[in-house]
């Protein structure tokens, strides 16, 4: 009988009716029969088993990404979130002999803004605070907006842009009817 790689095949003689025991090393799983039995025909019965590494599950991570340097025990996997979600927990997970990931794996959530600032004069226009949403201020009657009157959440959970002001409408100039002054 041949080597097992990642086993070990016992068999106490080789004649007619002796068995053959396959068992793995810890971390793998025997894949076909435990045992065989020498034949009368000089040769062994059934098929020769395999040890097959026992594998930490798939990881997915829910806006997130894993690059994965294998999946058997002692395997490590770091985990990325996608661009706007911030993650929550481990950045690097160990497939554990037990083929659980440890410690146990992050999470990633939305990138959130704070409230806006508050600009004299006006009021916000839009409600979300994700990132990439953007919010608009509204000056009240009698006030004009100054600069952009935009803000962007950014990936960093901030605000982007300068910010905004409203500033108090001019009057145009007067002109004098004919015969008047003003």
Same mark, same amino acid.
Not at 72 to 75: C, I, K, L, T
Not at 122 to 125: G, S, T
């Given at each position: 009988l041949s080597a097992m790689e990642h086993g070990t095949v016992n068999a106490l003689d080789r004649e007619y009716r002796a068995l053959a025991t396959y068992s793995c090393n810890p971390g793998h799983t025997l894949? &076909? @029969?435990r045992t065989r039995s020498c034949l009368h025909t000089g040769q062994w019965g059934g098929t020769e088993p395999s040890c097959r590494p026992n594998l930490c599950p798939v990881l997915k991570v829910q806006h997130g990404s894993t690059s994965n340097k294998g999946r =058997? @025990? &002692?395997?490590s996997t770091t985990v990325t979130c996608d661009l706007g979600f911030w993650r929550r927990g481990p950045v690097r997970l160990v497939c554990q002999m037990d083929l659980e990931w440890s410690p146990s794996p992050p999470s990633c959530h939305p990138v959130r803004c704070s409230d806006p600032p508050n600009v004299k004069n =006006?009021?916000?226009?839009g409600q979300a605070r994700v990132y990439l949403a953007s919010i608009y201020y509204r000056c009240d009657a009698g006030y004009e907006p100054r600069g952009t009157n935009?803000?962007?959440c950014s990936v960093e959970g901030t605000w982007s842009g300068p910010r905004p002001s409203c500033v108090p409408r001019p009057c145009g100039y007067l002109e004098a009817p004919p015969h008047t002054a003003v």
């Open positions: 894949q &076909g @029969p =058997a @025990p &002692g395997d =006006a009021k916000v226009v935009r803000l962007t």
